[in-house]
C-alpha cells in the first residue's frame, strides 16, 4: 500500500532551522508531483512547497527565501528545510504526492504529519 512518512518535526525557537523529510513507501510516487502543506490550530491546511519530478519548484509567499524542497528520486524522498523559523511557522506539517503543481484539492495521497512548534 502506498503511503508517505514525515519526520523530522519538533519544538525550536525562533531564527531556528528545522529539516522535514518524507520518505515514500513505494516508486509510485516518483512520477508525481511532492510537497508539503501545512494545518495550524483552527486554521485551514494551507500549501508551503512542492517539487515535481524533474526538478522543478513552487514555494508559497510566507516560505519564499526561508524554507527550500528537495528531492531524491533513488530514494523516494523529498525534503523541506526551513531556516529562519517564526512563531507563525507553528503548525503541523503534511507531506503530499500528487500532480503537479499539487494544488490541495487535488492531492492524491497525504501523510499523517509531524508537529513543528516555533517559541517565540
Known amino acids: 500500500q502506498a503511503r508517505l512518512v514525515e519526520s523530522g518535526g519538533g519544538l525550536v525557537q525562533a531564527g531556528d532551522s528545522l529539516r522535514l523529510s518524507c520518505e515514500a513507501s513505494?516508486?509510485?510516487?516518483?512520477?508525481?508531483?511532492m510537497g508539503w502543506f501545512r494545518q495550524g490550530p483552527g486554521n485551514e491546511r494551507n500549501f508551503v512547497a512542492a517539487?515535481?519530478?524533474?526538478?522543478?519548484?513552487r514555494i508559497s509567499d510566507s516560505a519564499e527565501g526561508r524554507f527550500t524542497i528537495s528531492r531524491d528520486n533513488a530514494r523516494n524522498t523529498v525534503i523541506l528545510q526551513m531556516n529562519n523559523l517564526k512563531s507563525e511557522d507553528t503548525a503541523t506539517y503534511y507531506c503530499?504526492?500528487?500532480?503537479?503543481?499539487?494544488?490541495?484539492?487535488?492531492?492524491?495521497?497525504w501523510g499523517k504529519g509531524t508537529l513543528v512548534t516555533v517559541s517565540s
Open positions: 517539487i515535481n519530478w524533474s526538478g522543478a519548484t
Open positions: 513505494t516508486r509510485t510516487f516518483t512520477s508525481y508531483a
Open positions: 503530499a504526492a500528487g500532480p503537479w503543481p499539487l494544488s490541495r484539492i487535488v492531492v492524491n495521497w
